[in-house]
């Protein structure tokens, strides 16, 4: 038995309107420019492991067609930054929209033979300007932890998978942005792969459509996917809205998102069919468990609204356009000796909490600061602490592609001060006494392509200025 006992969502905050680019209607989401693939992975796994009950992953499987890194594992950082413990596994599944179905298969594969395994999957969507890419894209992290049992928001039942090599959308290392054949080719050759793994799943299940309760279609090509839904057999009431209206088609991502969306709505027993075309099709049979439609927070619908963005800006943090920098120097590369002795701190956000009196040390440190005790503390983990704005400056001349750099001093609830970087704020409008809270984010990459990740913090989700 393989039940999904936990899901997570992260929407960035800023949202392209389409109709300012002459692309039509509805908006798409857009990753800021201190956000990545990592970072998002970091802030959906984040939500899902805190609504797990207990369930602590012994692996973590990381799935992005834009991984931040290559040559190296992407997911040892969003283990690092989940403070989950070095015993446990992290291998990234990369390369392509495919590669997120793939994770979430082989995360099923693990949990049914009892291993509690998390998979996170991540996507920045890169056209160039006027493509069908950048109109239809969105950038977004979605989230699901994989239990053999306990309570869960589904469980899966059967699958099914067809594959077939045609050149439909490539993009060669190194390239920003994807090339896409003529639609109608596409749309012709998935039809009956679509078919093929939409019937396996439903027979492996012992089901028909009329069963269906929640139809899950998606995939990059949009063509393809709508004409999968209008053949599917199933009643038109259960089709699913995708949320590409609102925040556009997010890769690999983008079946966790329609699953953590579909499971709010449904009613326990309900019989949820996932399909994704993507290189070939994909069926995934489940049944909405006991926690269906009473999950906590809506994971999708409560972050649909967002704040716009200027076409230009996001070019510019995409690095499709380059913008006049600020006139001082770049930042120094972080040395890796040093960033690897902070790791708990500097991933996880682990402070230090003096056991003979109590003080709280952000950073850790081996002498307590208020009584004197040495080797004397004890990790405290502080990345879901909220604080409150003591005071901040605005800096104009830092080094920064959205300038300015909003800078603030945080008085953590519990005790403990920190300085960081303001993110997802209007800097003309931020305020002393303003609540916020800790987000992983990437605080620069140098010129050699080294990111330096460390945590801002942002308004609280609703409180944003």
């Not at 495919?98 to 996507?123: N, P």
């Amino acid at each position: 038995m393989t039940r999904i006992v936990a899901r997570g969502v992260h929407l960035p905050l800023h949202r392209l309107e389409r109709a300012s680019i002459g692309a039509g209607r509805g908006t798409r989401a857009v990753a800021s420019h201190d956000e990545d693939t990592t970072s998002m992975a970091v802030a959906a796994a984040r939500t899902a492991l805190a609504g797990a009950g207990g369930h602590l992953p012994g692996t973590v499987l990381f799935s992005t067609s834009a991984p931040a890194y290559a040559d190296r594992t992407n997911a040892t950082a969003v283990l690092a930054a989940l403070g989950l413990d070095g015993d446990a596994a992290a291998y990234d599944f990369t390369g392509s929209v495919r590669s997120g179905i793939g994770a979430f298969r082989a995360a099923a594969d693990a949990a049914a033979v009892g291993r509690t395994t998390l998979a996170v999957a991540s996507d920045i969507r890169t056209g160039l300007p006027g493509s069908a890419e950048e109109r239809d894209g969105g950038d977004a992290a979605a989230a699901l932890v994989f239990a053999p049992d306990g309570p869960c928001l589904a469980e899966v039942v059967a699958t099914a998978a067809v594959s077939a090599e045609f050149l439909d959308r490539w993009r060669t290392p190194g390239e920003a942005a994807p090339h896409v054949w003529e639609e109608r080719f596409g749309a012709a050759v998935y039809a009956p792969l679509a078919a093929r793994a939409l019937e396996q799943g439903l027979k492996a299940a012992g089901l028909d459509g009329g069963d269906v309760g929640h139809l899950l279609v998606t995939g990059p090509h949009g063509r393809a996917v709508a004409a999968a839904r209008r053949a599917a057999g199933v009643r038109p009431e259960a089709v699913a809205d995708d949320r590409s209206g609102a925040v556009g088609v997010t890769g690999a991502a983008h079946p966790y998102l329609m699953l953590a969306d579909a499971v709010e709505r449904a009613a326990p027993g309900d019989a949820i069919v996932l399909l994704v075309l993507a290189d070939g099709a994909d069926c995934v049979v489940l049944r909405a468990g006991e926690l269906a439609g009473s999950a906590p927070g809506p994971a999708v619908a409560g972050a649909l609204p967002g704040r716009p963005v200027a076409h230009q800006d996001m070019l510019v943090w995409r690095g499709l356009l380059r913008r006049e920098p600020p006139r001082r120097p770049d930042p120094d590369r972080p040395a890796a000796p040093p960033s690897h002795r902070a790791a708990d701190w500097k991933f996880a956000f682990t402070a230090g909490r003096c056991e003979d009196c109590g003080a709280r040390h952000l950073p850790p440190q081996r002498v307590c600061r208020r009584c004197r005790a040495a080797d004397r503390m004890a990790p405290e983990p502080l990345a879901g602490r909220p604080g409150t704005i003591t005071t901040f400056t605005v800096d104009h001349l830092a080094y920064s592609v959205a300038p300015p750099v909003v800078v603030a001093v945080v008085d953590l609830d519990g005790g403990g001060r920190l300085q960081c970087e303001l993110t997802d704020a209007d800097a003309e409008r931020v305020r002393v006494g303003d609540r916020v809270e800790l987000t992983f984010r990437r605080l620069h990459t140098t010129a050699d392509g080294v990111h330096d990740y460390f945590w801002k913090a942002r308004p609280v989700r609703g409180e944003e200025h």
